[in-house]
Nanobody, 115 residues
Framework: QVQLVESGGGLVQAGGSLRLSCAAS????????VGWYRQAPGKQRELVAV???????NYADSVKGRFTISRDNAKNTVYLQMNSLKPEDTAVYYC?????????WGQGTQVTVSS
């Protein structure tokens, strides 16, 4: 059974930082694409950052230079370091891993940035 468990969300002031974690069981991150998505109230879920097995990383334009996705293979955990947070970054953040055969999501963690 695959499980993705996110943590690290919370309330932070604009300009602050948070680090989200996503720990996986039942799937090995380094063999698959892994990413972070977010969904703000009334908006569609959007890609924040994705890392593919070969190491390439893509970021949404809105977070480039502020967010960094990384992976700890020993812990089978993916992180999203978020710096210089803005109120518009407020959303539920979801961890995702997928292959050509399956697509798994975490339960989400709330990030709220106050102005």
């Amino acid at each position: 059974q695959v499980q993705l468990v996110e943590s690290g969300g919370g309330l932070v002031q604009a300009g602050g930082s948070l680090r989200l974690s996503c720990a996986a069981s039942g799937v090995i991150f380094r063999f698959n694409a892994v990413g972070w998505y977010r969904q703000a109230p009334g908006k569609q879920r959007e890609l924040v950052a994705v890392r593919i097995p070969g190491g390439a990383v893509n970021y949404a334009d809105s977070v480039k230079g502020r967010f960094t996705i990384s992976r700890d293979n020993a812990k089978n955990t993916v992180y999203l370091q978020m710096n210089s947070l803005k109120p518009e970054d407020t959303a539920v953040y979801y961890c995702n891993t997928k292959s050509s055969l399956w697509d798994y999501w975490g339960q989400g963690t709330q990030v709220t940035v106050s102005s």
